[in-house]
Nanobody
């Protein structure tokens, strides 16, 4: 599985961005998908995950109620709608695919290249 993330950019606090991750390969629908982020000087952290069917989204407490993860298995894509963005959301965002659903990075074995999100105050 190859993953290509896009949609990052510069936005003011309170604004919105939509990240997309396009996956190649026939096994997309059999894999859980997740979004992680890494801010400068910090470790990469979990943001959101969705199960194979998309029926069980899971979110980090810091983004709950503001971010929404969704997937389209027919188009091999997973998206992250980010609303009410805050400066502390500034990070490189990575999409990931794996056999196991959850918030641990060890559950994912394929990673995209990352897309930069910068939120100005």
């Amino acid at each position: 599985v190859q993953l290509q993330a896009s949609g990052g950019g510069l936005v003011q606090a309170g604004g919105s961005l939509r990240l997309s991750c396009a996956a190649s390969g026939r096994t997309f629908s059999s894999r859980a998908m997740g979004w992680f982020r890494q801010a400068p000087g910090k470790e990469r952290e979990f943001v959101a995950a969705t199960s194979r069917s998309g029926s069980s989204p899971n979110y980090a407490d810091s983004v709950k109620g503001r971010f929404t993860i969704s997937r389209d298995n027919a188009k091999n894509t997973v998206s992250l709608q980010m609303n009410s963005l805050k400066p502390e959301d500034t990070a490189v965002y990575y999409c990931a695919a794996g056999p196991l659903y959850g918030s641990s990075q060890s559950r994912y074995d394929y990673w995209g290249q990352g897309t930069q999100v910068t939120v100005s105050s």
